[in-house]
C-alpha cells in the first residue's frame, strides 16, 4: 500500500516570490508520482508526472518537482509565482501494475498574496 | 472535445434517500473512477472499472453502489444517504492502467450536501 504526505496545508507567499510544496510518500513498491492543481469550483489538472528516467520534472505553468528517491520525497517547486497560481495542490502516487488507482495526499493550499 | 462530464453540478438532498451521481466521458477510455474529497483527507478512490461491466471497491466503498454497462458512463448511486455522505465528488478517467503510464483526467465534481 502507499500513503502520501504533504507537510504543509498552507503556503502564503508573496507574488513573483519562489515556492516549494513539499510532499513526501511511503511505498513498498516502485511507483509513479504526480502533482495535480485545483483551481476554485474545477477539477483537478495535472501539472506534471514522473514516471522513470530524469529526476527533475517539468511540468506546465512554470513548475517543477524533483524526485528524490532516498529520501522518499516528490517537492514541487517555482521559481517566481503568479496570482493566478493560487490555487490547492495535490500530490499523489500510484503504483505501476494494474489500474495504477492514485493515492492523494491532503493538499496544500497556495495564496499568492500581492 | 467533451472531456469528461459529471451531472449535478450541484445537488442537496435528505438522509435516506437515493441519490446517483453522472459520469460521462467521450474519450472511450477503458478505466473510469469515482473519488470524493473532504478537507484534510485529499481525494480518496470510492470505486474504479477497468472496463464495461468490471468495477472494483476503492478504499471507503461502504454506501455507495456502481456499475458500467456502457463504458461511456460510470454512475455512483448512494442508496440510503447519510450526511457523512456529504462532500465533493470526482469522476475521472484513464486509457490504460497497465504498462504505460496514462494521467488519470478529471471532471469537474459533483458538490453533494445531504441535510
Known amino acids: 500500500a502507499q500513503s502520501v504526505t504533504q507537510l504543509d496545508s498552507q503556503v502564503p507567499v508573496f507574488e513573483e516570490a519562489p515556492v516549494e510544496l513539499r510532499c513526501n510518500y511511503s511505498?513498498?513498491?516502485?511507483?509513479?508520482l504526480f502533482w495535480y492543481v485545483q483551481y476554485p469550483n474545477q477539477g483537478l489538472q495535472l501539472l506534471l508526472k514522473y514516471l522513470s528516467g530524469s529526476t527533475l520534472v517539468k511540468g506546465i505553468n512554470g513548475f517543477e518537482a524533483e524526485f528524490n528517491k532516498s529520501q522518499t520525497s516528490f517537492h514541487l517547486r517555482k521559481p517566481s509565482v503568479h496570482i493566478s497560481d493560487t490555487a490547492e495542490y495535490f500530490c499523489?502516487?500510484?503504483?505501476?501494475?494494474?489500474?495504477?488507482?492514485?493515492?492523494f495526499g491532503q493538499g496544500t493550499r497556495l495564496t499568492i498574496n500581492p | 472535445d467533451a472531456g469528461i462530464t459529471q451531472s449535478p453540478r450541484y445537488k442537496i438532498t435528505e438522509t435516506g434517500r437515493q441519490v446517483t451521481l453522472m459520469c460521462h466521458q467521450t474519450?472511450?477510455?477503458?478505466?473510469m473512477f469515482w473519488y470524493r474529497q473532504d478537507l484534510g483527507h485529499g481525494l480518496r478512490l470510492i470505486y474504479y472499472s477497468a472496463a464495461a461491466d468490471i468495477t472494483d471497491k476503492g478504499e471507503v466503498p461502504d454506501g455507495y453502489v456502481v456499475s458500467r454497462s456502457k463504458t461511456e458512463n460510470f454512475p455512483l448511486t448512494l442508496e440510503s444517504a447519510t450526511r457523512s455522505q456529504t462532500s465533493v465528488y470526482f469522476c475521472?478517467?484513464?486509457?490504460?492502467?497497465?504498462?504505460?503510464?496514462?494521467?488519470?483526467?478529471f471532471g469537474d465534481g459533483t458538490r453533494l450536501s445531504i441535510l
Open positions: 475521472a478517467s484513464s486509457v490504460s492502467g497497465t504498462g504505460v503510464n496514462q494521467p488519470q483526467h
Open positions: 499523489a502516487v500510484s503504483g505501476l501494475q494494474g489500474a495504477q488507482k492514485l493515492v
Open positions: 474519450w472511450s477510455h477503458s478505466y
Open positions: 511505498s513498498s513498491v516502485s511507483v509513479y
